[in-house]
């Protein structure tokens, strides 16, 4: 029986985040896939699950937890596994979790989806902008990592598994990481983990479900 119960679909980076943490830490859970393409978030039903009418979403037991900032914490602590030494290390995190839900997966994601499966043709200026705040971000994290095996410390943690959730979709988004020297090889050293799985094995609804 599973431990974790994560609403989640394969195209979504943020909901990857903590798929991948909990595959990493060998945590028993179930994937319940969420179709977002065909409107399910926007349901009544789904709403009673989370107002925000996002995933990921996690259960656990009693508790049920949205955004995946917050979901990589609680597991850091539940888990014991990919969190924080001490009180510098945790404020360190947590700036780079901040970062990049702010910029980092924000611009990312935010270009990758209108790029792909926006409804209609995207506005080829917004594109534009988009596409200049994700490689202004993407430039930060490349400079950080110079020289580092990982974003915070020595090892890896809940900031590296926040800010790997998009780097797996180079094709969709449009981007050779090898511009990006020190992304490509701190996302090669991510890979290389026992258990890591690209976001399309690991979570269902790929390919996209067609309407009924």
């Not at 980076?13 to 859970?29: D, F, H």
Request: hydrophobic share 40%; net charge neutral.
């Amino acid at each position: 029986m599973s431990d974790y119960t994560l609403y989640c679909l394969a195209q979504s980076g943020n909901s990857y985040k903590v798929a991948l943490m909990l595959e990493l830490a060998g945590a028993k859970w179930t994937p319940r896939f969420v179709d977002m393409f065909n409107g399910e978030a926007r349901s009544a039903a789904y709403r009673e699950i989370n107002v925000m009418g996002e995933v990921p979403v996690l259960d656990d037991g009693e508790v049920r937890l949205s955004q995946s900032g917050v979901i990589l914490d609680y597991l850091a602590e539940k888990l014991g596994k990919f969190g924080p030494d001490n009180n510098e290390e945790r404020r360190e995190i947590l700036r780079w979790i901040l970062f990049d839900n702010h910029k980092f997966t924000s611009f990312m994601a935010t270009y990758r989806f209108m790029k792909n499966f926006a409804p209609t043709s995207a506005d080829p200026a917004v594109l534009a902008v988009f596409r200049q705040r994700a490689e202004a971000a993407w430039k930060v994290l490349d400079t950080h990592l110079a020289g580092r095996q990982w974003v915070v410390g020595n090892r890896m943690t809940i900031a590296d598994l926040s800010l790997c959730g998009y780097v797996y979709f180079p094709d969709e988004i449009g981007v050779d990481w090898n511009d990006y020297p020190n992304i490509r090889d701190w996302s090669q050293r991510i890979k290389a983990l026992p258990g890591w799985k690209h976001p399309y094995d690991l979570m269902p609804g790929h390919p996209i479900p067609k309407k009924a």
